[in-house]
């Protein structure tokens, strides 16, 4: 059987989740906010920033995914990643951390479903016999593999500087860019683009027309905020 091109996005997509979730900054994240003079109450105003702006965007940037495609919504949320991490690295106070927040915000909810919608679509494209929930697990495995070795890397560089993590995590963060590149844009049944009201409308009943959905983003966004 020929190899088919979208045979490839399946491990870029692997290798992007690990890449995003490569986070050196996490370990030192409270010291970091603290040296910059938050204290407990202004850090967790920033992380309810950070969830309440993850549960508003999280059903609208779905819609994104399903109109503009797969390939062009990784690219933006990996971008927002770098940038989100970027501003941090460059901030003096809670007015930078928290648009950084709301920028990583962005970056999450963008990414969030887009990944598993590649490998479904790209699977489908290829003629794939594989069990699409074995490439989900694979995934969530390297999702952990680039989060634990983030946080032993940022244990360590902590030990020189705890400014070294953050300017590493500011550079680092622009990786999973160079995976989204190298993958190709899956064939799909495409929403259209001049029906903007009947698609919101129907995206506003199926959140709130159905509890079982709400349900899901709020437990996405608990998940991602804490």
């Known amino acids: 059987m020929k190899p088919s091109p979208y045979d490839r996005n ?9 890449l995003w979730m490569f986070l050196v900054l996490m370990p030192v994240i409270v010291p970091f906010y603290q040296d910059l003079g938050l204290d407990m109450r202004a850090i967790y105003t920033l992380q309810a920033a950070f969830g309440a702006a993850l549960f508003v965007l999280e059903v609208p940037s779905g819609y994104a995914a399903d109109l503009f495609g797969r390939k062009a919504t990784l690219m933006l949320a990996t971008l927002f990643h770098g940038l989100g991490f970027a501003i941090f690295a460059f901030a003096h106070g809670f007015p930078a951390l928290l648009a950084g927040e709301i920028v990583l915000a962005i970056a999450v909810s963008l990414f969030s479903g887009t990944d598993v919608s590649m490998i479904y679509d790209s699977m489908a494209a290829s003629g794939s016999t594989k069990a699409p929930i074995k490439m ?5 495995f390297y999702q952990q593999l680039g989060e634990t070795a983030g946080g032993l890397v940022g244990g360590w560089l902590v030990l ?23 993958m190709v844009e899956p064939p799909r049944e495409r929403m259209k683009r001049t029906a903007h009201r009947e698609n919101l409308a129907y995206i506003r009943k199926s959140l709130f027309g159905h509890s079982a ?14």
């Open 160 to 182: 020189w500087s705890l400014r070294l993590p953050v300017t590493v995590q500011a550079f680092v963060a622009w990786l999973p860019v160079l995976a989204v590149l190298a």
């Open 10 to 18: 399946i491990p870029l997509v692997f290798a992007m989740n690990a």
């Open 136 to 140: 989900i697990g694979r995934k969530v």
């Open 213 to 226: 959905l709400l349900s899901l983003v709020i437990l996405n966004t608990v998940s991602f905020a804490t």
